[in-house]
Structure formats: C-alpha cells, structure tokens
C-alpha cells in the first residue's frame, strides 16, 4: 500500500527510535531514558511511587471507533491517574507494544503522538519500554512513575469512621460516551452506507475517548494544607471504588444519591438509552475522577475547592456500605462496575 511502512524494514530499534525521537526530557530526576539496557532515574530525597496497567484491543479498547491519538493520549492517563490517587507526582512513563502486522509505521506514529500529547501535558518522561509482535490484534502495557514526600502519599486504608466522602468532576458520562460509540458501530456494521451520528455530544464522547486525570485536584488538595484520609481513582465505578475504601479502611458508607454529580449531557443521554443515570455514575467506570475521604476538621477547606462534591460520609463496619435514595430510603448499595475476569 502507497504510504504505507512496514515494521520490519525498521526493525525493533529502529522503530523505538523512530517513535521516541520527538520526546525531550523535562523530569529533574530523569537521568537516562530511552536508548540504553535501562532507565535511570533519581528519587531526589522522596518516595517512589510506581504503577502499570494493561490495555488489550478487544477488551480495553476498540479501534473502530478509537482513533489512535487519542488511545496513545489515554494510555498514558489511566497510568498518571493512579499516581495521583496515591497523592503522588508522576514524573516518569514506560510503555511496551504488542502489535499484529496490520499496524504500519504511520500507525503507530499516531498512537505516539497521542503518547507525545499527554507527556507534554502531564510534565512526564518517556523513558523506556518494550516492541514486539503479536499474533493478533494491539496490546499496551504502561508503566507510571511518580514521587512524592513519605508524609505525603494517602493510601486506601486510612479512612475512618465519620469521615467526609468527596468526589471530583461528574460521573457516567465515560459510560454514556461508550454506549453511542457501540451504538453507531452496530449500526454501520449493519449497513456501511449509514451516516455516523454522534449527536454533537462532544462532552460524553470525549470523556470517553479522551479523559484526563485530576492533577488540579491533587495541586488543590496540596494548596489547601490538608491530606486525605484515603484515596481512589474512579475506574471501574464509582460503587466499585466506595467498595475498595471500604474494604481496606475496614469501614462502612452511605452515599448520597442526590449529591452524586452527574453532566446534565450524562443525564439526558443516559434517559434516551432508557438507562438510569446514577446507575450509570455508580456502575458505569472510566471517568478517572478522585474519590477521597477527609477528616471532619478539613470540611473548611474542602468546601471551597473548584469542582469537588461531598457525596457522603463513612460509617462503621457493622453498618455497610449504603446509598440513601432522594426519597430518604436506604439500600444496600451494590458494586456492578468493570470486571476483568
């Protein structure tokens, strides 16, 4: 195919090579990045703070309807998401590739423009990874750095009874974008001829294609003197996270179904598809918001904080984990998010 390169006439180090070389380092404590056996970085005097994931197409993503900047793009933002849940800076990325010979080099110049995008955006160092082949199909494995004071880090066990429960931005809305997405696709594998209706949800659409994650929540929370209790980033559901705190911190909830934000586009979506929408911010995942707990004594400073809601409060174990409906009515709230197995 005209304009079209082949992999194998770069080979492995060529291809890194090709792919890495608009990538400059901006990180103090990157030392050395790509183009050795291994990258070195320096702590500078702070805790480490280390996290991977993996994306597999078919599973994680689809390419019918993910163009690949912006899955380069949210490669790299689901992996300095978890950093920041820890209260943490990331600093560093590692991204390895499996990819079936359907992929050129221009594809794959692409998806690292994405990549290239978000590490300008976040302030983080491309410093390494991996290239193979795979039999089928694309498969991405990112590896995020981060550092912050020991003092610093929130893990997901410190909450307590009593404690006050915040989330950042809106929720569902990444379900909702997927929902059209899947929705046109049917639809075009039905009949090619069929134009592609997106409705002009740019909002929906884009959180799902392209979310960001919460750095101006965590530089606020650092502003504002205080420290959470415990912390989460919301990936597979809202419900789901609340259950994790809970677990770790050996507690129980209540959340507030009239305080969870959700985008009146969310709402109004969610309806057409004759869904729930706070069905869909509890169980839907991917909207990479900040779910965190804080001491009573910070309500002060949490209550003056851009784009922050108070959803609910922490309770003792005994009680478990509810919602409390508009109505008044208390359930026994359930985690049907992502699952991936």
């Given at each position: ?25 901006v990180q103090?404590s ?31 993503f ?24 820890m ?7 590692m991204i ?24 300008e ?15 089928k ?12 004071a ?73 502003d ?8 989460i ?40 598809f ?13 909207d ?47 985690a ?6």
């Amino acid at each position: 195919m005209e304009g079209r390169t082949d992999v194998n006439e770069l080979g492995e180090f060529g291809l890194i090579e090709h792919l890495t070389k608009y990538f400059v380092d901006v990180q103090e404590s990157t030392v050395k990045s790509v183009g050795d056996d291994a990258a070195v970085i320096q702590s500078l005097g702070l805790e480490t703070v280390v996290s991977t994931d993996m994306l597999v197409e078919g599973i994680h993503f689809d390419l019918m309807y993910s163009p690949l900047k912006h899955l380069g793009y949210k490669s790299v933002v689901v992996n300095v998401s978890d950093i920041y849940a820890m209260n943490a800076v990331p600093s560093q990325i590692m991204i390895s590739l499996a990819i079936s010979n359907r992929f050129s080099v221009e594809a794959l110049d692409e998806f690292y423009a994405g990549v290239l995008a978000a590490c300008e955006y976040y302030k983080v160092d491309l410093i390494g990874g991996d290239m193979t082949s795979s039999p089928k199909g694309m498969i991405v494995s990112v590896t995020a750095i981060g550092h912050a004071a020991k003092e610093s880090i929130v893990y997901r066990d410190g909450a307590k009874a009593g404690d006050i429960i915040c989330v950042s931005g809106d929720l569902g809305a990444a379900y909702i974008g997927l929902q059209i997405l899947e929705r046109e696709k049917q639809l075009f594998l039905d009949d090619p001829s069929v134009k592609t209706d997106l409705e002009d949800q740019e909002y929906i659409i884009g959180r799902q294609l392209k979310p960001e994650a919460r750095w101006d929540i965590v530089k606020a929370i650092r502003d504002g003197g205080f420290k959470p209790t415990a912390m989460i980033d919301i990936s597979d559901g809202l419900a789901s996270e609340v259950f994790h705190l809970c677990k770790q911190s050996k507690t129980g909830a209540v959340i507030e179904e009239s305080k969870i934000p959700i985008h009146p586009d969310t709402e109004s979506m969610a309806l057409k598809f004759q869904l729930d929408p706070v069905t869909c911010a509890l169980n839907g995942g991917e909207d990479y918001e900040l779910l965190f707990t804080v001491d009573p004594d910070d309500l002060g400073k949490i209550i003056t904080m851009d784009d922050l809601f108070i959803i609910g409060e922490m309770t003792e174990a005994a009680d478990g984990i509810k919602l409390k409906t508009t109505s008044g009515n208390m359930h026994t709230l359930k985690a049907q998010g992502w699952k991936h197995f």
